[in-house]
């Protein structure tokens, strides 16, 4: 089962605007990470927040983390035709052996940023 | 320093058929994830190896296993192909052993295709 639900599904800006996606999660987390995925490729690594971390920024990305309402979200800023992409959240649970090497991904958001 | 390697990147079976994928973790990462993703059931984990030990597993059935060498490289191998099989195979690396503390970083994938 998905742990991760991303919000919105699917999501159509303009070049130069913003684009925001959430994540809402279940369990109790180490941290959460966001990934990003063009066309069926690999998953490529944006950013990482700790449990203990309420926000964290990388470039044009930032991250928010809110673990008394289980949930994350990511913001990119003046978004590039470039950015259109699937985008997951994935959970590192904190549940012990049974988390080993083991990541929980919602069903991801699709960004489309219009040229 | 290079990054997740994945062999090979497209593979055509058919039922009944096995498959062998490769993975090449990140120099210096000993924790290699397995993960399936298909547009029905989104990425899910397969299960995890550290220093040639399967350390978890996820919910697949016993015709998909996995192994790892002692230079930290792994294998998934799956038996008995059946058409639901059809999904990118992901492999991720992780530098932190800990359970919980999971900063993945992931190959390209390896793209099956039952017939």
């Known amino acids: 089962s998905q742990q991760g639900e991303e919000d919105p599904q699917a999501l159509s800006i303009q070049e130069g605007e913003n684009a925001t996606m959430n994540c809402s999660y279940k369990?109790?987390?180490?941290?959460l990470q966001w990934y990003r995925q063009n066309s069926g490729r690999g998953l490529v690594h944006l950013i990482l927040?700790?449990?203990?971390?309420r926000e964290k920024h990388s470039g044009r990305l930032r991250v928010t983390l809110d673990t008394s309402k289980k949930s994350s979200s990511l913001l990119i800023t003046a978004s590039r035709a470039a950015d259109t992409a699937s985008y997951f959240c994935?959970?590192?649970?904190?549940?012990?052996?049974?988390?080993?090497?083991?990541?929980?991904f919602g069903q991801g958001t699709i960004l489309t940023v219009h040229p | 320093k290079a990054g997740v390697t994945q062999t090979p990147r497209y593979l055509i079976k058919t039922r009944g058929q096995q498959v062998t994928l490769s993975c090449s973790p990140i120099?210096?990462?000993?924790?290699v994830s397995w993960y399936q993703q298909t547009p029905g059931q989104g990425l899910q984990f397969l299960f995890e190896?550290?220093?040639?030990?399967?350390?978890n597993k996820g919910n697949f059935p016993g015709r998909f296993s996995g192994r790892q060498f002692s230079n930290s490289r792994s294998e998934m191998n799956v038996s008995t192909l059946e058409l639901g099989d059809s999904a990118l195979y992901l492999c991720?690396?992780?530098?932190?052993?800990?359970?919980?503390?999971?900063?993945?970083?992931f190959g390209p994938g390896t793209r099956l295709t039952v017939l």
């Open positions: 991720a690396s992780s530098l932190t052993p800990l359970a919980g503390y999971n900063e993945q970083f």
């Open positions: 369990t109790s987390i180490n941290n």
């Open positions: 927040i700790r449990s203990n971390e």
């Open positions: 994935a959970t590192d649970a904190r549940a012990g052996g049974t988390s080993y090497g083991k990541l929980t």
């Open positions: 120099s210096g990462h000993r924790s």
């Open positions: 190896y550290f220093s040639e030990t399967q350390r």
